[in-house]
């Protein structure tokens, strides 16, 4: 089980409370979780990335074993320990502002 901890915005959204748990096929990946979440929560579809090019939202964040994944390839496999479930993948949400 793939851990996932989602910004409060889209908690609210997909209507769950702390994390998820996602069943994603090896080699887990941040393009195939985030398949697996937009699959599992269809309101989530272009909340975190674009619907056609499933490029990353401009304010949207990817972290994973204290390292921002964000400029990653989609399709670069994550951290052991992510995939193994003992670190979460987390989505954050960026803040700007001045």
């Known amino acids: 089980m793939i851990r996932v901890v989602l910004p409060a915005h889209l908690k609210a959204l997909a209507k769950v409370q702390g ?3 996602l069943d994603v096929a090896a080699p887990v990946t941040p393009g195939s979780v985030l398949d697996a979440l937009e ?5 989530l ?3 975190i990335r674009d619907h056609g090019t499933h490029r990353r939202r401009a304010f949207v964040r990817y972290y994973a074993c204290e390292r921002d994944l964000s400029h990653d ?6 951290p052991e320990p992510v995939a193994a479930g003992t670190e979460p993948f987390m989505i954050v949400g960026a803040m700007a502002g001045g």
């Open 45 to 47: 579809r272009g909340t």
């Open 73 to 78: 390839p989609p399709d670069m496999p994550l």
């Open 19 to 21: 994390e998820v748990e």
């Open 39 to 43: 699959a599992r929560y269809p309101v």
